[in-house]
Structure formats: C-alpha cells, structure tokens
C-alpha cells in the first residue's frame, strides 16, 4: 500500500502480521521481500533499505530509502528527532487526563528477552498522549513519540497502567483483534533536497475500526 514515492522514498502504510525483515522463522511473505518483488516489476535498480522500523503487529508508515544519500539524510532526521511521528492506539481503561506526558527510560527485561520494562538504568524515552474519545472501559489516544525506543509506546502506556488492546506482550490477547490496536498514522519529515516540510497520512485500518465498533 503505497501512500507516496518518488526518486528517494517509497512511503508505505504497513498492514498487520507483516514482518519486516526475513528472519530465521519468517523467510517469505517479508515487506523486505514484496518491496524487492515491486523494484523489480517496474525496473527499479536499488536496495531496500529501510529508515524507521513498526514492529511485525503494528500498522501505518514506514520509510524505504531508494539510495544511499536519501537512507543517511533522514537517519540524521530521525537521530537529531527532526521527524514529527504519532500514532493512534487504544488502550484498556479509561483514562482520566485529557493529556499527558510519559518520561521513563527503557531497558530490555533480560539479556535474550523480547520484552522491555521501565528501568532507571535505561535508555531514555519520551512519549506524550491526548484523549481522542472515551469509551465505557477503553480510551482512543492521540499518541506521540520523541525518541525511537523499541516497544516504546506499548511499554510508556502498559507503565502508567493502560496497557494497549490486544498486546499479548504487555496485556493480554483480545477476542476482537489479534494484535496490539497501535497505529502509526501520521509522519512529517523534510525532504532530502529541497528541505522542505513533508506530511503523510495512513488511514485508520479495518481492525481497529471494527474493534471500536465492538467496544462502545
């Protein structure tokens, strides 16, 4: 699902259940691999070389470079928090602030452990959420980050005590989504020759639609 390209990017809004890289367990069926597929098909001579990374179960925009000078330009972006990114994601409970800031660092549970937890001996983070809508045991939050932690949102928001929907990770499997209702929905960056501002959208997917459906 391609939301815009050009002689630099190809900007997509990634579906659920999709692994990014071919791993040992997930060789096919890898975005790396239907974005080889897709250079291929219209000729296009270049690597894949991915700018920011959504875990397998997350939705919305990702970034692939097209060139070497256009992956190292919006690193810098991203390194120097140049890049403005927010998410939709629904939580369990209700959330009483209209809007927050969440500043805990984050550290991997245990050496080989997927799982990260909020650790005074971690990397620093900073994510910041307001109240889209209030169901009767769920809230939609406008989420945004600052920093680029992995896990970062599911961590911040399972620390403050409204671990996201269907996060098997850091809550609990849901009977009406099978992956955490995290969104990536929005990204401004600048472009790489002109410098400037660029806005992307990714439109709310089906699940989580239908999710919310369920819950009011």
Do not use: C, W
């Not at 991997?108 to 045991?137: D, H």
């Not at 403050?160 to 955490?180: A, C, E, M, T």
């Not at 790489?192 to 990714?202: H, L, N, S």
């Amino acid at each position: 699902n391609i939301v815009y390209e050009d002689i630099d990017f190809l900007i997509l809004n990634k579906k659920a259940n999709i692994v990014v890289h071919p791993t040992k367990s997930h060789q096919n069926n890898t975005l790396s691999n239907g974005i080889s597929h897709y250079f291929k098909k219209n000729k296009i001579k270049k690597k894949v070389r991915f700018v920011n990374r959504l875990d397998m179960d997350t939705t919305g925009i990702l970034i692939v470079a097209k060139n070497p000078f256009a992956h190292q330009q919006m690193a810098l972006q991203f390194s120097n928090n140049a890049v403005k990114r927010k998410y939709i994601a629904l939580v369990d409970g209700v959330v009483n602030n209209d809007e927050g800031i969440i500043d805990f660092p984050i550290a991997r549970k245990e050496e080989g452990s997927i799982k990260k937890i909020v650790a005074k001996n971690g990397q620093n983070a900073l994510t910041s959420y307001k109240v889209r809508k209030r169901f009767k045991n769920a809230t939609l939050l406008d989420v945004e980050i600052f920093t680029g932690r992995s896990h970062q949102i599911r961590v911040h928001l399972s620390s403050i005590g409204y671990p996201i929907v269907g996060d098997s990770l850091y809550n609990k499997q849901s009977p009406y989504i099978d992956r955490q209702a995290l969104h990536s929905y929005y990204l401004r960056v600048r472009n790489v020759r002109t410098k400037q501002a660029m806005e992307f959208y990714a439109e709310l997917p089906e699940d989580i639609k239908a999710l919310m459906d369920r819950i009011k």
